[in-house]
């Protein structure tokens, strides 16, 4: 299982750095129409509850001033990079695996906030952030995986069991993870859905 992780992770990386990247800037070109022209309306409008446009105009899109999309160009640059590199057998060292689990952990805890506000304060959710917040998951959970697998993260020895737990069921915690955000838009928006019915 190490050395399927291993020979996966780089390609999981990639794919994950290439639609970041096409969605942050698909975001980007739509916030700078958005700031020329107020009246503008981006293509990923899809309906009053999925709209990217209702997202951009609120202070949840910037962190200390800059628009979060600017930041997802850069991380997903990063991350397509290092994709790259390990795909092109690059040995990576311990500190540099610590350094991808602390900007992916971020990068997950900012998604889950983002996801609370656009969810339980905005009330709309933006397609393309959506997609983001999907790619980030899997990012920084077999990000995690892999570092537990090698040893990179200390592990109490009294969290034995829960350390193999994690690593057996890496899967199934996925999915459960997935379908939680799933049922929470589900439920909180059936007031929407339910007319479509």
């Known amino acids: 299982m190490k050395l399927s992780l291993t020979k996966a992770l780089p390609y999981l990386l990639v794919a994950a750095g290439i639609m970041g990247m096409v969605a942050s800037f698909a975001l980007t ?3 700078i129409h958005v700031l020329q ?4 309306s981006p293509g990923c409008n899809i309906n009053p509850i999925l709209s990217c446009g209702s997202v951009m105009k609120t202070e949840q899109a910037s962190l200390l001033g800059v ?3 600017i930041f997802g160009l850069i991380a997903f640059t990063a991350l397509l990079t290092f994709g790259f590199l390990l795909a092109s057998g690059a040995v990576v060292k311990r500190r540099i695996w610590l350094m991808a689990q602390l900007l992916s952990t ?3 805890i900012f998604m889950q906030y983002l996801f609370f506000q656009g969810v339980f304060r905005i009330h709309a959710i933006c397609p393309w952030c959506f997609t983001v917040w999907m790619i980030t998951i899997p990012v920084f959970w ?3 995986q892999y570092n537990l697998r090698q040893g990179n993260l200390a592990f109490p020895a009294r969290l034995k069991r829960l350390r193999s737990f994690i690593l057996q069921h890496h899967a199934d915690i ?3 993870w997935y379908l939680c955000i799933f049922a929470i838009i589900i439920q909180h928006f059936w007031y929407y859905w339910s007319t479509l019915l």
């Open 37 to 40: 022209d107020p009246n503008y």
């Open 29 to 31: 070109y739509d916030k």
């Open 106 to 108: 971020i990068g997950v």
């Open 174 to 176: 996925l999915i459960f």
């Open 142 to 144: 077999y990000i995690t």
């Open 67 to 69: 628009p979060n999309t």
